[in-house]
């Protein structure tokens, strides 16, 4: 799988709209990119993934350039529930494989009332 | 969306005993569960691969005889730690897979004195 990079942290003010980059450079044709986050001391929950085609769903909407190489995470109207881990995964299935996740360092966003 | 199940949420044991950690798919059928374990301040780094019906497959550096994997139904992975010391002090997450994603458990936090 090909590897992600994402910076570090974040802040977002609350109630704007929290944009998370993620490179990939090296991605293949035929990689994913996925977003989970990590809410602290809970498991990740999954968000929102991607091929090549911008993606939404009711939470969040998924930005993916068009030469694949980075994309972005958006969440519209950030609360303070949203701070959390996120984590960028670039993976060569749609998830209906049997591979764990590898997991970076993500990006701890916070976010300021 | 598929809710996957952790017990406990926590335990507290003395070294040199063994961990038991149940994982349940609780609306949804599950062939494959992985685990995963999480250090403090770091990543969450996957374990192995629960297969029911078969062996479970470990990552490189895990060791197969001290976490113990049984996936005996469609609905139930367990884990178990044994002869467990203080550096097994950590947060235990198991995911399932039901189709395109992967929903993760609450997490297992284990210390062990």
């Known amino acids: 799988d090909a590897k992600t990079t994402q910076p570090p942290s974040m802040d977002c003010a609350e109630g704007r709209a929290a944009n998370l980059p993620c490179n990939h450079s090296?991605?293949?044709?035929?990689?994913?990119v996925y977003w989970y986050r990590q809410i602290h001391s809970q498991g990740p929950q999954y968000i929102i993934h991607g091929l090549k085609n911008n993606e939404t769903n009711e939470m969040a909407s998924l930005i993916i350039t068009e030469d694949r190489k980075s994309s972005t995470l958006i969440l519209p109207h950030a609360t303070l529930r949203d701070t959390a881990v996120y984590y960028c995964i670039v993976r060569a299935d749609s998830g209906g494989g049997a591979d764990g996740l590898t997991f970076g360092k993500g990006t701890h966003l916070i976010i300021q009332p | 969306g598929a809710v996957v199940s952790q017990h406990p949420s926590w335990v507290i044991c003395k070294s040199g005993t063994s961990v038991k950690i149940e994982c349940r798919s609780l609306d949804f059928q599950a062939t494959t569960m992985f685990w995963y374990r999480q250090f403090p301040k770091q990543s969450l780094m996957l374990m192995a691969t629960?297969?029911?019906?078969?062996?479970?497959?470990?990552e490189q550096g895990v060791e197969k005889d001290k976490f113990l994997i049984n996936h005996a139904s469609l609905t139930l992975s367990t884990l178990t730690v044994t002869s467990a010391h203080p550096e097994d002090s950590s947060f235990y997450i198991c995911s399932a897979l039901p189709e395109y994603e992967q929903f993760f458990g609450p997490g297992t936090r284990l210390t062990v004195l």
């Open positions: 090296t991605i293949s044709g035929n990689e994913y």
């Open positions: 629960s297969n029911e019906g078969s062996k479970a497959t470990y």
